[in-house]
């Protein structure tokens, strides 16, 4: 199919140029709000202009960066590219790109963590700056010059209605009989104007199938043909099968007690390995007519939606493998009818994971005795990618894990610390925690009740005694809430940045 099939609107042909020419309407500081979430959706030609740009700008000796807001993260081609070629001033909310990641570190990118729910409404609010350009990918562009989405959908809504000017990338590659699995919602408001949003049930839909643009903002219109980054997953290792396999046990020891329906809440599924093992361990499940109420559709989805288990994912993003993409495209007409893609102010919204009872699962870096979680920071310091979507369910959620292996570095590195080296998620947002070794059920603990599970059921044993000892001694020192020796508590991260191994 050529650009001409896909971009149907006839005022807009006019508008078509190169990437390098469209890459002129983007001025040096301009903030550019991208399409993108997790690997799905990015544009793949404007960022390389962009990149080309900047590095002709330095060899010039004239300044070119401009600040990059997304919906998470791309790929290599984006934040990799621009960061490589020193064109990043500031990035928004999430990124994974190694090499962004060390610019991030290094100070010379301006890194913003945010709730992924939070980044359209401070955007409209005002709270972060003003939007010259949303450079956006679709799939094409309607008779009436509605823009049918791509495999993400993430901020292009809001972007596409904030930002001065438009760039869209039309990606002829993805197949057009994607048309139709989207669902936006434009119901949404400023405060004191919002309403309820109208769900009740994560397989509903609420919006229309295509995203809306003002054409006198639209300035250039490109042509892509590439498709996204392949999400490679590791198979299931065995940890991660034994951590799936205590969260299955649980999930149906709930509904044995009645605190779960028989016919199971939705799932929220984090990005990784134990996330794909955990939806492995629902295909062989008692659970039937399950529901995906999610940020990313990964390959573990796919399997229960093929198998029959699920009957439908809501979810933001489709993120693949090239394996799973290809049975996606090739059974393209069976996913649409079980996939339903939205803004993520949408898939991330509390109200609606409150109100549909989302059962939410997250992996963590680290996890201390009392139940404070560790999303985004290595020894404290080091951003690894950011919250993500993981506080909107964790907070919001029915039930709350988070999840990791209970050592790291070949066991060098504890998962389980006195105190964490920096928090992302409180106690009072954490249910479960969950490693190879076990399950910790926080709820209705105190403090002591719940380190002393979290001691017994989740470390590893060649730090159980040393957590153990530090829990007894801090207790020695007096009866408090929530017993700690801060210098000794910190002293576990010491040795860790010092040595690289967090054993005395």
């Not at 202009?49 to 081609?77: C, I, N």
Request: glycine share 8%; charged share 20%; with cysteine.
């Amino acid at each position: 199919m050529t650009l001409a099939d896909r971009v149907r609107y006839p005022d807009f042909h006019s508008r078509i140029m190169t990437a390098e020419e469209a890459a002129a309407f983007i001025p040096n500081g301009a903030i550019v709000g991208m399409s993108g979430f997790t690997g799905a959706g990015y544009p793949k030609a404007l960022p390389r202009a962009l990149a080309d740009r900047a590095q002709a700008e330095h060899a010039a000796g004239r300044p070119y960066k401009v600040d990059v807001w997304t919906g998470a993260s791309t790929a290599p081609e984006v934040d990799g590219r621009l960061a490589a070629a020193d064109a990043m001033g500031q990035r928004l909310p999430f990124n994974s790109d190694p090499v962004a990641r060390d610019k991030i570190n290094a100070g010379e990118i301006e890194f913003i963590d945010m709730h992924l729910s939070h980044v359209a409404q401070h955007a409209w609010f005002g709270f972060l700056g003003h939007m010259h350009v949303a450079v956006v990918e679709v799939l094409g562009i309607t008779e009436d010059g509605l823009l049918i989405p791509s495999s993400s959908v993430g901020n292009n809504k809001t972007w596409l209605e904030i930002a001065d000017k438009v760039i869209l990338e039309v990606n002829t590659k993805p197949p057009m009989r994607m048309e139709g699995i989207h669902d936006i919602y434009y119901g949404t408001a400023i405060p004191p104007r919002r309403l309820p949003i109208n769900m009740t049930q994560a397989d509903e839909r609420i919006g229309q199938p295509y995203l809306k643009v003002d054409p006198s903002k639209v300035v250039a219109i490109v042509e892509t043909h590439n498709g996204d980054r392949d999400n490679v997953f590791a198979q299931p290792d065995a940890n991660s099968r034994l951590i799936a396999s205590s969260i299955i046990d649980f999930l149906a020891h709930e509904m044995k007690m009645g605190r779960l329906p028989k016919e199971m809440l939705p799932i929220q599924s984090g990005v990784g390995n134990v996330a794909n093992a955990v939806l492995a361990g629902l295909l062989t499940g008692p659970f039937e007519n399950l529901l995906g109420f999610t940020e990313v559709l990964q390959d573990g989805m796919l399997d229960l939606l093929r198998a029959g288990k699920m009957r439908c994912a809501s979810a933001t993003a489709i993120s693949l493998s090239a394996a799973a993409y290809k049975d996606f495209e090739d059974n393209i007409e069976f996913y649409r009818e079980r996939i339903i893609l939205r803004p993520q102010e949408i898939s991330n919204h509390p109200e609606l994971v409150r109100r549909l009872g989302v059962i939410a699962m997250n992996s963590m870096l680290e996890a201390d005795i009392y139940g404070n979680i560790n999303s985004t920071h290595v020894m404290g310091s080091g951003m690894m990618n950011g919250i993500g979507g993981s506080g909107d369910f964790a907070r919001n959620g029915y039930l709350s894990f988070f999840v990791t292996p209970s050592v790291a570095k070949d066991g060098k590195i504890s998962c389980i610390v006195p105190m964490c080296s920096h928090v992302d998620h409180t106690e009072h947002d954490t249910q479960l925690i969950v490693t190879e070794q076990g399950l910790a059920d926080l709820r209705g603990l105190s403090p002591k009740q719940r380190a002393q599970v979290i001691i017994d059921r989740c470390a590893h044993p060649d730090y159980r005694p040393l957590l153990q000892d530090y829990f007894d001694r801090a207790r020695r020192q007096g009866a408090q809430h929530t017993p700690h020796m801060l210098t000794e508590a910190l002293s576990w991260h010491q040795r860790a940045l010092e040595t690289g191994d967090m054993r005395p």
